[in-house]
């Protein structure tokens, strides 16, 4: 088989949650370059036209809805919206997601007001609503489409901090992640016989938005650059790939597995230079 068959993507209706900026951008801009289809929800309404906008410039077929990820009956409209315009759905990108910092670690030194008992119920919260809820709303909605038409494929943003632990990112992240990491074994199991896919792409630092873009500042960079044996924070466009692969005849075995992008970083430290 050839690589334009292998990851022929053509046609696919997809939908990509947290669109509108780093991964899931990445995500929906390799799908709709290689001639899916492509419907970007975003709760960034500004962002998101012009992204559409930007890639609908190219010629590529995508379109833009605005939602918050948290609210249900809206993602339910969302995806009825999008699967009557595609006539299905056939990949789903669970990506929305959030970090409200601080964590108890900041630049290396113990940060009082991201500790344990600092932390304000609202942060919980809205992390758990957006990071580990969201997912579950997204993979409910898409099994509901993908069942009565015979498969699909789910792809889930988790990180390599579901099954490490962290001091930058806020307490409720990681078990948000963890918890997103684990449904995704479990939907697999329980969707494999409607042929629905359910796998998980596990980022390590990437150069984003999130967290008020505190990824992209110099002094994360170099901090990053320490740690991980690439020696740098990756560009969103290195996720293309591995979304690729998922989203593609090439992954016709793969389910329940998740897929780390980290440069290295989960098995230990960089050499010291
Ligand atoms: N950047 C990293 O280093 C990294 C590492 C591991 C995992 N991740 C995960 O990748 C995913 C994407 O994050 P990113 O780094 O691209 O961040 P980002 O901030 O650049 O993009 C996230 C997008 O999601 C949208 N969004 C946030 N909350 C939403 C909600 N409630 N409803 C709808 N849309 C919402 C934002 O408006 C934004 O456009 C997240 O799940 C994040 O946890 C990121």
């Known amino acids: 088989m050839r690589a334009e068959q292998l990851f022929d993507v053509r046609g696919l209706a997809t939908l990509v949650t947290g669109a509108a900026s780093g991964l899931g951008l990445a995500y929906a801009e390799v799908m709709a370059a290689n001639g899916a289809r492509v419907t970007l929800l975003d709760r960034d309404a500004g962002a998101l036209e012009r992204q559409v906008e930007r890639l609908a410039s190219h010629q590529w077929d995508v379109r833009g809805e605005v939602c918050d990820i948290t609210d249900r009956a809206r993602v339910r409209e969302v995806f009825a919206a999008a699967a009557a315009h595609h006539g299905r759905l056939d990949v789903v990108f669970a990506n929305a997601g ?58 889930v943003t988790t990180s390599v901090a579901a099954s490490r ?41 990437f150069a984003t938005n999130i967290a008020g873009g505190h990824s992209l ?24 790939g591995v979304a690729l692969l998922l989203a593609s005849p090439a992954a016709s075995f793969i389910t329940g597995a998740e897929i780390t ?13």
């Open 261 to 273: 992008v980290d440069g290295g970083r989960s098995h230990g430290m960089a050499d010291p230079a």
């Open 98 to 155: 959030i970090d409200l910092p601080p964590g108890y670690l900041t630049a290396g030194r113990r940060d009082p007001a991201g500790g344990i008992e600092n932390l304000p119920d609202e942060n919980w919260d809205r992390m758990i609503a957006v990071n580990l809820t969201g997912v579950f709303v997204t993979i409910r909605e898409a099994a509901r489409h993908m069942k009565p038409q015979g498969g699909g494929r789910i792809i």
């Open 217 to 240: 500042t110099d002094a994360a960079q170099q901090g990053v650059a320490r740690v991980v044996p690439l020696r740098r924070m990756a560009h969103p466009d290195e996720i293309k």
């Open 165 to 205: 632990t962290s001091g930058l990112p806020g307490f409720a992240y990681m078990p948000a992640k963890a918890g997103a990491a684990h449904m995704v074994r479990q939907a697999a199991l329980e969707l494999a016989r409607w042929n629905i896919h359910v796998n998980a792409i596990a980022p390590g630092p």
